[in-house]
């Protein structure tokens, strides 16, 4: 999913910096963005570490220049009862989901500031908004995005800064495909039978709501959840 709002960005000739745990996968992806013209670096960093996030930017502004748009896709999502659940696991979901989003923004927005202008938009899930079992440090790291996006666009809404959050619901990406291995696919098509739409969604439908919400258009929308689901979430 980062992967595509990167591409969707480059597209329209925004600067991509692609930070990802996995260095590798930036790379990867920065030299595909590169391949297609674009203006794209890659930063290994763990979001949940402060520093390394500061480091990142401190790269970031060095080659690419102040930060205009920061989008907070990194996650990752265990499956456990609640029960079982260990402190450990409930920890680290809690500082890659939440307090990396935190990180990342707190760390963003003084150039923004600085601009008197910027672009937010950090991914909660649909899991925010409707049951899901064997989650729960997932689902309340995602309402915890949730608040924190309201939270801070409130706080900057005058100074020409966007904060918003999209809700996907069942995107193909390589997380759905480890959900799928780890819980098995009992109906046979991922799920897609219980979407209206009929399919799936791709990281290229969550990418096209990113961009609208980092448009000069969309300045009039901030604070605000967008749900990217075909239709499985009113
Ligand atoms: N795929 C879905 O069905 C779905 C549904 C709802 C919400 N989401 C949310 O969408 C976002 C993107 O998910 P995706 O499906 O592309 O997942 P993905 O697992 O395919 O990609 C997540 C990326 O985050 C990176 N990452 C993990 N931990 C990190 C860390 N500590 N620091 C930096 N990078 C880290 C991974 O290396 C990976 O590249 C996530 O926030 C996820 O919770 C996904």
Request: with cysteine.
């Amino acid at each position: 999913m980062g992967f595509s709002i990167c591409e969707h960005l480059a597209r329209r000739g925004d600067r991509v910096a692609v930070l990802d745990v996995n260095g590798d996968a930036a790379q990867q992806a920065v030299k595909k963005l590169r391949g297609r013209g674009a203006q794209a670096m890659a930063c290994a960093v763990d979001v949940s570490d402060r520093a390394a996030v500061e480091d990142a930017l401190a790269q970031v502004r060095g080659e690419l220049g102040p930060i205009e748009i920061m989008v907070t896709s990194a996650a990752i999502a265990p499956f456990d009862p609640f029960t079982e659940i260990s402190l450990d696991s409930w920890e680290r979901v809690l500082a890659v989901n939440l307090t990396g989003t935190f990180h990342c923004l707190q760390a963003a927005i003084p150039d923004m500031v600085a601009a008197g202008w910027g672009r937010i938009v950090t991914i909660t899930s649909s899991a925010a908004q409707i049951m899901t079992s064997n989650h729960a440090h997932y689902v309340a790291s995602k309402g915890g995005v949730v608040a924190l996006t309201r939270a801070v666009s409130f706080e900057y809404a005058r100074q020409g800064i966007t904060v918003n959050t999209i809700a996907p619901h069942i995107i193909d990406t390589p997380m759905l495909r480890q959900a799928r291995a780890e819980l098995g696919d009992p109906t046979g098509d991922g799920g897609a039978s219980h979407i209206p739409v009929g399919r799936l969604g791709t990281g290229d439908d969550i990418a096209a709501a990113c961009l609208y919400l980092c448009s000069e258009e969309a300045s009039y929308i901030t604070g605000q959840l967008f749900g990217v689901n075909g239709g499985a979430v009113a």
